[in-house]
């Protein structure tokens, strides 16, 4: 189960790595005037959230299950879990939000400002830091 444990850990380093990077790259997308400099940010953001990303979430979603479901009758009655897994639900929603995004920038669709993207980029810290201190802390 540790092994389990450290590579959920790992995948979820990897993907919040993503999650932090491509919505920064947004912003500089947003900002940018010169096709050449579109169609590179498109080329990094399509790699990014297919090669490094999607894994990431997949290899992190799964390896959670595979702790959590024999434990489930542990861990069914601690409201600190049912917390978390609500943020992991709302963080799998960003992460599809992000791709749609993605979709729209690749199609020259975008009509969010830098701006938006430069707030937008911080709510996964706060998905992070509620997630870290529920598991740490174990509150409830």
């Known amino acids: 189960m540790l092994w389990i ?16 990077y491509l919505p920064r790259l947004f912003v500089y997308h947003a900002s940018t005037e010169d096709q050449a400099g579109k169609d590179r940010f498109h080329i990094m953001e399509r790699k990014l959230y297919r090669g490094i990303m999607n894994p990431s979430m997949m290899v992190t979603v799964i390896l959670g299950l595979a702790m959590l479901i024999p434990n489930w009758e542990f861990y069914k009655s601690m409201g600190w879990m049912h917390v978390k897994l609500t943020l992991v639900a709302i963080l799998i929603g960003y992460h599809i939000y992000c791709g749609k995004l993605m979709r729209r920038f690749a199609t020259d669709d975008n009509h969010k400002s830098h701006v938006f993207y430069r707030w937008f980029n911080e709510f996964p810290v706060l998905i992070l830091l509620g997630v870290v201190i529920l598991v740490v802390v174990r509150p409830f």
């Open 5 to 20: 444990k450290a590579f959920h850990i790992i995948a979820m380093v990897c993907w919040f790595a993503g999650l932090f």
